[in-house]
């Protein structure tokens, strides 16, 4: 059970420990922590000034540069530490005119926080401050319209902020200086004060501590919105201030939304003062693209002592993460949360929140009872029943959750060996797809290759689609030196030109493909799949727990057995706990693939037989990790239905605790294998409900992403219901892998017909090829041949049973229906068949007939989109003799309301050992008639097949032509009137 010991006073306000490096520091204020300078951070600056020296001189000597600033920045370069201000102009050239890295985008969207450190290491604190004081006077301007070649700059002289990121670095560093370097620095600032008031501003936010000139650059008539006033909200201790800091902003509110460690700041250091303030910025920014997120302003409220923060949040639950944050309210002071949620229930507001949270403080909710409003009475009462609860014997309790393998002493690896594995890389190609990709490769001339390679020399980190098609193309000796250098474009989003350059070059690609896959495995992990090394193998470890990337753990696992087995031995026997943990669990998947003999032959080459086998012995049921997790603070387990043992005890609370923990040590697509026997001792139906249950209490929450264990909770205990809540979930939301993975972990034929149903109908391309992938994987899971997988593929468009639809007019009703090549038909309530819809008059009901319009538009559409397939498929299964169970022709034919009007007009037979034994018809109520009517009823293991002439004979074939005939049944392809032939 989760354990909740709420402070003994809640109006105690501590800053949260995490909340300390997420603020400005504040010298003083917060936590003393032991900064120091970076001294390779700043000896990487100094190197960089040394390289762009003649860059800086050329921009300097621009006849359009300023003059006093160009023999400044000229004086420094000469003579570093002689000037602030040229300090300054040197760095205000390197950041504007990007000369400090090829992948800059200039002075607001780089990280500078390194030339804090410079400037401290190599000048000190008091001219650190001079310079970046200097910097909101200088910037270095481009004077070409292109602005990504021929760039022309030259350096002026006009306001300009410094980057978020130095000035941030800078204080920082102030607020763990020694007292001394402090003062001095202190007194610089002192002196620079004298000058404009961005220079002030800038003084106020390095150091807070003189709380007088913050109050008085706020005060300044002068003030207006920008970096600043905003960056002052680090410094402000009176809300009033914060205030006035927000009346003011208007179009900068990006400057909050990209440093939200100014309002971190502002809460650590207003305490529950800062709500009127984070209410504020909330409304203010609603519906503001550059304003804060309600997600970061409802986890900061949270944590506030303060009836207002929680009633706010309580007004707006309706959020997904706000109802996160307001459950982390409400459980951190539930005293609180019992008080200001009753005073809601008074105008029948959150009654639903009140309940749940007295089902959670039952105790709590009974000693305060007496002093809420009726109304909360009244639901406290209603939500705290006392049923007879029959208490379950603990011997039907099943062991592991009764006594779960956390509980119990867990012994050591008997064997701890150290083993070496292969260092060598090599590339191991499927038949046909190296010459695949290489066929693929886009063919380029001599000068287009020189053109390309010239654009981005070894050493970049921006090689880009380009680069790599032109390097798929020169000998090794010239892409060497890219290969071994290099790093990726992050604007590459697609793995293919990685396995083409592969292709090309083999092994030598390896080490740039594997910095290109764990630097973005979103994009480039597929590339790894040809390749067999240590190092992909220990990724392949460090992937499987990780559902984003499983599947592609899992096919490098199935392509590369042996060599798998040999490069994850030695980690999963060694002495380092973290890789004994992965490459383990890696090896016990690689037997589950089917791989044991791989793993046990890879251990005898290795002399460690002994140790894996009694590796994969363990029984994966008692494989817990060292530390457990605790329960979810959402998670609420006396609101759980009841869990039925199969002996028809309720399964105990605690033991329901223990549960969930299992679920909570799945791996993401893998359900904790003791989970698999649950259901042996308990009511699957009512397993299955409960999951539910969970997996509602978390998206009430916010759906928090650290508790995605409730999808392998699902898979484990979901059914057909489970399936059908699924399917309405993955039709809107965009939680596709997870929710896709769990259906296929169903694996039902219901869970299938789920899958298709996203595979046609997602809400976007992405999740139907998604879906489509699991559909073809649970297909062959399932033994489906591509014609059964078909007959699933065809959905029900919204038709009643019989294969039609009631249009209705209100006075006037019309049906739709199908004739034998699914074309539409319309018949009114005379029986007489129309060619098309009639249009609404002026005494039909609007509403229905425009409803009943629309029906008549979508559902023929999907039909005949259908159609021609299914007939021709239907001729062919008759052609090539496939046969069908019973079960599939009751459930993919009869009850499939698009095909029963296919199905009617077809003679079907039974056959034994392929000699037809009896032919019938489905008739208009779906029982089974032979030639003569009679009713005719099938074995259940029946072998049945869509009757050719030849099977039947011509006087068979001709008593059913009769039949045909007389209930005026056309055929939707020649069968009866086909050729014996």
Not at 261 to 284: D, M, N
Not at 465 to 470: D, G, R, S, Y
Not at 506 to 512: E, K, Q, V
Request: glycine share 6%.
């Amino acid at each position: 059970m989760a354990v909740r010991t709420p402070p003994t006073d809640e109006d105690i306000w501590v800053v949260p420990g995490a909340w300390w490096s997420k603020t400005d520091p504040f010298r003083g204020r917060c936590p003393v922590a032991r900064v120091t300078v970076n001294v390779a951070a700043a000896q990487s600056v100094s190197d960089k000034l040394a390289q762009s020296a003649e860059r800086i001189r050329a921009i300097l000597g621009h006849s359009g540069s300023h003059r006093v600033l160009a023999q400044r920045g000229a004086q420094y370069l000469s003579r570093p530490g002689s000037d602030p201000l040229g300090a300054a102009v040197c760095a205000a050239i390197g950041m504007d005119a990007k000369l400090f890295d090829g992948d800059a985008l200039g002075r607001y969207y780089d990280n500078h926080a390194d030339l804090a450190d410079y400037l401290v290491a190599t000048h000190g604190l008091r001219f650190a401050v001079s310079t970046v004081a200097a910097l909101t006077g200088v910037c270095a301007e481009s004077q070409s319209s292109d602005m990504w070649n021929g760039h022309a700059y030259r350096i002026t002289a006009q306001p300009c902020d410094p980057p978020a990121t130095l000035v941030r670095r800078l204080r920082t560093l102030l607020a763990a200086a020694a007292d001394m370097d402090y003062a001095d620095a202190l007194d610089e600032a002192r002196r620079l004060r004298r000058g404009t008031l961005s220079i002030r501003l800038l003084t106020s936010y390095l150091f807070p501590t003189e709380q007088h000139w913050v109050t008085a650059d706020l005060a300044d008539p002068q003030l207006s919105e920008g970096f600043g006033a905003t960056f002052l909200l680090a410094s402000v201790t009176d809300p009033a201030l914060a205030h006035r800091i927000l009346g003011m902003i208007t179009w900068h509110w990006h400057l909050l939304r990209d440093n939200k460690s100014l309002i971190y700041s502002l809460a650590a250091h207003l305490g529950p003062a800062a709500t009127s303030v984070l209410i504020r910025l909330w409304e203010t920014g609603r519906g503001n693209g550059s304003a804060p997120g309600p997600e970061t302003l409802a986890r900061i409220l949270a944590r506030l002592p303060d009836d207002a923060a929680m009633d706010f949040l309580a007004e707006h639950a309706w959020r997904n993460a706000t109802a996160a944050a307001l459950l982390g309210s409400t459980e951190r002071f539930p005293a609180r949360a019992m008080r200001v949620l009753a005073a809601r229930t008074a105008r029948r507001e959150s009654t639903d929140t009140f309940r749940d949270h007295v089902r959670r403080h039952r105790e709590l909710a009974t000693a305060m009872c007496d002093e809420l409003p009726e109304s909360a009475r009244r639901l406290i009462i209603e939500s705290l029943p006392t049923p007879s609860v029959p208490t379950t014997p603990a011997e039907l309790v099943p062991a592991i959750l009764r006594d779960p393998p956390w509980q119990r002493p867990r012994p050591e690896p008997t064997t701890i060996a150290t083993l070496e594995a292969p260092a060598d890389v090599r590339v191991s190609w499927q038949a046909g797809e190296r010459e695949k990709w290489l066929g693929r490769v886009e063919t380029l001339t001599t000068n287009e290759v020189r053109q390309r390679l010239e654009h981005v020399p070894p050493g970049s980190s921006t090689i880009s689609e380009w680069q790599l098609t032109a390097l798929a193309q020169v000998e090794l000796a010239r892409a060497d030196p890219y290969l071994r250098t290099s790093r990726i474009s992050s604007l590459l989003w697609h793995a293919e030109p990685l396995l083409e350059l592969t292709a090309a070059h083999g092994a030598a690609a390896h080490d740039l493909v594997i910095d290109a896959a764990t630097t973005q495995p979103r994009y480039h992990a597929p590339a790894i799949a040809p390749f067999e090394s240590p190092t992909v193998a220990a990724l392949i470890a460090d992937w499987l727990p990780l559902r984003s990337r499983r599947r592609i753990a899992l096919d490098w696992l199935r392509r590369h057995p042996d060599y798998a087995a040999t490069a994850l031995i030695p980690g999963a026997i060694g002495k380092a706990r973290k890789a004994r943990r992965t490459h383990a669990a890696a090896l016990r998947t690689l037997a589950t693939l089917g791989h044991t003999d791989a793993v046990l032959a890879a251990a005898s080459a290795y002399g460690a037989t002994a140790a894996v086998r009694e590796l994969l012995d363990i029984d994966p049921a008692e494989i817990v990790p060292a530390r457990i997790p605790p329960l979810p603070q959402w998670l609420s387990i006396p609101e759980l239905p009841p869990i039925m043992l199969t002996s028809g005890y309720p399964l105990p609370h605690d033991a329901v605790a223990n549960l969930v923990v299992l679920m909570m040590l799945s791996d993401p697509g893998v359900p904790h294998a003791a989970l698999a026997r649950i259901g042996e001792y308990c009511d699957t139906a009512t397993l299955a409900v409960a999951a539910g249950a969970i997996f509602d209490q978390w998206t009430k929450t916010g759906s928090p992403s650290k508790d995605t264990w409730v999808w392998e909770a699902l898979a484990a205990f979901g059914n057909d219901q489970t399936v059908a809540d699924l399917l309405s979930h993955l039709l809107w939301s965009a939680a596709k892998d997870s929710a896709l993975d769990t259906l296929a972990a169903i694996g039902s034929d219901c869970a299938l017909s789920a899958l298709i149903t996203v595979a046609q109908q997602g809400r976007n391309a992405a999740v139907r090829a998604a879906a489509r992938i699991r559909v073809d994987d649970l297909a062959d899971e399932l033994g489906l041949s591509a014609d059964q997988l078909a007959d699933r593929m065809v959905l029900d468009p919204g038709l009643r049973p019989d294969g039609t639809a009631l249009l209705d007019f209100g006075p006037r009703q019309f049906v739709l229906g199908f004739d034998e090549q699914l074309r539409p038909t319309i018949t009114g309530a005379d029986g007489i068949r129309r060619k098309s819809l009639p249009k609404a008059n002026a005494h039909d009901d609007q509403t229905l007939a425009a409803e009943s319009g629309a029906t008549y538009r979508t559902i023929p559409k999907y039909v005949q989109n259908c159609a021609a397939e299914q007939i021709r498929r239907l001729e062919r299964a008759m052609v090539t003799d496939r046969r069908f169970t019973l079960d599939e022709l009751r459930n993919q034919y009869i009850a499939h309301p698009v095909r029963i009007n296919l199905t009617r007009r077809l003679i079907w037979a039974t056959y034994r050992d392929d000699r037809l034994v009896e032919s019938f018809r489905i008739t208009a109520d779906n029982t089974l008639a032979d030639v003569s009517g009679g009713t005719l009823e099938l074995a259940e293991d029946a072998d049945i097949g869509i009757a050719h002439p030849s099977h039947l004979g011509a006087d068979l074939t001709a008593a059913w032509a009769g039949v045909l005939a007389e209930y005026e049944l056309p055929q939707p392809f020649p069968q009866i009137g086909r050729s014996a032939t």
